[in-house]
């Protein structure tokens, strides 16, 4: 099996301002910091990992490209502000100068990926891209995205290699407005979005969205309640995303891949741990065996942790090359005894929920 993995130091390089500009706060960095993919990378390497994986040199991505879903002002308007020395491209979406062409970068760097599991060069394979894509738009940046390198991917999938059904998978703890917007109309692409309920956007992702016209029923969201943990992931992921998955039957398993649901990650309030990320790729990963000739891509989205974002990363990685290092999260034990880590009545009954609603809408 022959994984990939996108990393290119001058991601680390991208600069998100400040976390607030109020005369009244102490000025701090903010929350969307290099650190964490820096030290996932970083453990990647030194778990010895590094040696099962293959290295895709990351790319910039062209205009042409990014028009797959951004409109031409907005790609000209980051530019502009690039080379004035920054700005916001929307909505606490802060980039620095050289953030187009970072930012651009980052796209490629998940087209790249994409091309080299279709081309068949690789099985799967990882895109630790940054800046993240999720919650962008076609013409505004919002939450820490730019371009919408997830779906600029499906995209070049379509046009590029000819695949027709796409699912993507969103585990942020954020929901991806950006990816169910594009393609709300769309039967090609099933967008499913497992994430703390109206916490970002505050006005999406609730399970009543569930496309439009010949899209309807090809939109899925779970909007679980704070506080879910491991028993509650795996109950959706169980009873909502692998039925889901396995009536589109996809030639191709994105994943929209957010560290942020974990319990350090100062932006989620939610409880996974790294075995969480581990059993949710391992599941993802038996889809694709069984629909997609083994064919996963991931795009790093969020994730705000610097000290456990590369435990959680590194066992999904793990899962994806089927081999497991000397590594051992030191956290993980403890986490998994922390009250609330099963499955809840109240999270139950939402659950169970949705699943009927998806079964009658599909």
């Keep these: 099996m ?30 969307d910091r290099p650190e964490s993919k820096r030290r996932l990378f970083a453990l990647v390497e030194a778990s010895g990992l590094m040696d099962h994986l293959v ?24 530019r502009a502000l690039s080379e004035a020395g920054g700005g916001d491209a929307g909505e606490a979406a802060v980039f620095g100068p050289n953030g187009f062409d970072i930012a651009r970068l980052a796209v490629g760097g998940c087209l790249e990926a994409t091309s080299a599991v279709l081309s068949g060069r690789l099985d799967k394979a990882y895109a630790l891209v940054r800046p993240c894509g999720h919650h962008a738009e076609p013409g505004r940046g919002r939450g820490f995205c730019l371009f919408g390198n997830t779906v600029i991917a499906i995209h070049h999938a379509q046009a590029v290699h000819g695949v027709k059904r796409i699912a993507v998978i969103d ?20 967008t499913i979005s497992v994430h703390q309920d109206r916490y970002y956007p505050v006005d999406s992702g609730g399970s009543e969205e569930k496309g439009e016209g010949s899209g309807h029923g090809f939109n899925i969201n779970v909007p679980l309640p704070p506080g879910s943990g491991h028993g ?40 996974c741990y790294s075995e969480t990320y581990r059993e949710m790729t391992r599941q993802i990963t038996a889809l694709a065996s069984k629909h997609c000739d083994g064919r996963v891509l991931i795009c790093h989205e969020g994730g705000y942790s610097p000290t456990y974002v590369p435990f959680c990363g590194l066992a999904v990685l793990e899962e994806l090359v089927a081999h497991r290092t000397a590594v051992d999260d030191p956290l993980a034990a403890w986490y998994a005894r922390v009250g609330g880590q099963a499955l809840q ?18």
């Design 171 to 190: 585990w942020d703890v954020h929901h991806g407005n950006g990816t169910q917007d594009a393609f709300y109309d769309s039967p090609d692409v099933l």
């Design 232 to 271: 509650a992931y795996v109950a959706a992921f169980e009873r909502i995303v692998i039925p889901a998955i396995d009536q589109f039957a996809p030639e191709l398993i994105i994943i929209a891949c957010g560290f942020d649901a974990g319990m350090s990650d100062p932006l989620g309030r939610m409880l």
């Design 345 to 362: 009545h109240h999270q139950e009954t939402l659950i169970d929920a949705i699943a009927k609603g998806v079964q009658r809408s599909r």
């Design 55 to 78: 290295r895709i040199p990351a790319r910039a991505a062209s205009e042409a490209e990014l028009g797959y879903f951004h409109t031409p002002d907005y790609i000209e308007r980051i």
């Design 2 to 31: 022959s994984v990939g993995i996108v990393w290119d130091e001058r991601y680390a390089w991208h600069d998100a301002g400040r976390a607030s500009n109020s005369p009244w706060a102490e000025p701090y960095p903010a929350f």
